[in-house]
T-cell receptor, first 113, second 114 residues
Framework: AQSVSQHNHHVILSEAASLELGCNYS??????LFWYVQYPGQHLQLLLK??????LVKGIKGFEAEFIKSKFSFNLRKPSVQWSDTAEYFC???????????FGRGTSLIVHP | EAGVVQSPRYKIIEKKQPVAFWCNPI?????LYWYRQNLGQGPELLIR????????DSQLPKDRFSAERLKGVDSTLKIQPAELGDSAVYLC????????????FGSGTQLSVL
């Protein structure tokens, strides 16, 4: 069965700092990869996704993620965070044609103004 | 366009009582998911529907949980009887069902079992 690991459970940054959140998955075949975000008091929503092609994908609000197949990773990055990026971030993986995304446990990001 | 609608938003019950959650997916979305999210964890799938058919329910504790999606639109998730460990946020999501499409989530129902 596929699994998703997010190693950073809590991250605290100051505004303008750079961000990288780790995501690793365990599945050797074709995968679809997602990052979802949950802002305080809001529902989960898609930040970005990778299906095929360019392994560097860009999402909303200046976020990007890089798929490195050899490392089974899909890390999320943002060069300069803002206070409004404070949220929970979840990595998710569809593996092998599955219609069921498996989620990581999430990373809580707090950005101090 | 209306999003995924869930109700109630919060529910507090005593253990051994029944509880039900309702979900109205985005119009036209054939695939509906129920996830459970425990505190400090990511969402975990309970059941997935393709139209009115439950196609993935291996993670649903069938001794106390049941779900239905009559007419392939709205869905109801029920717990009877509830246990203390059922306290969690129950999330409903829908998608167009092509396998690589994003999920649209509702706001969830936060259940507290006392």
């Amino acid at each position: 069965a596929q699994s998703v690991s997010q190693h950073n459970h809590h991250v605290i940054l100051s505004e303008a700092a750079s961000l990288e959140l780790g995501c690793n998955y365990s599945y050797g075949g074709t995968v679809n990869l997602f990052w979802y975000v949950q802002y305080p008091g809001q529902h989960l929503q898609l930040l970005l996704k990778y299906f095929s092609g360019d392994p560097l994908v860009k999402g909303i609000k200046g976020f990007e993620a890089e798929f490195i197949k050899s490392k089974f990773s899909f890390n999320l990055r943002k060069p300069s965070v803002q206070w409004s990026d404070t949220a929970e971030y979840f990595c998710a993986v569809n593996a092998g044609g599955s219609y069921i995304p498996t989620f990581g446990r999430g990373t809580s990001l707090i950005v101090h103004p | 366009e209306a999003g995924v609608v869930q109700s109630p938003r919060y529910k507090i019950i005593e253990k051994k009582q029944p509880v039900a959650f309702w979900c109205n997916p985005i119009s036209g979305h054939n695939t509906l998911y129920w996830y459970r999210q425990n505190l400090g964890q990511g969402p975990e799938l309970l059941i997935r529907y393709e139209n009115e058919e439950a196609v993935d329910d291996s993670q649903l504790p069938k001794d106390r949980f049941s779900a239905e999606r009559l007419k392939g639109v709205d869905s109801t998730l029920k717990i009877q009887p509830a246990e203390l460990g059922d306290s969690a946020v129950y999330l409903c999501a829908s998608s167009s069902g092509t396998g690589n499409e994003k999920l649209f989530f509702g706001s969830g129902t936060q259940l507290s079992v006392l």
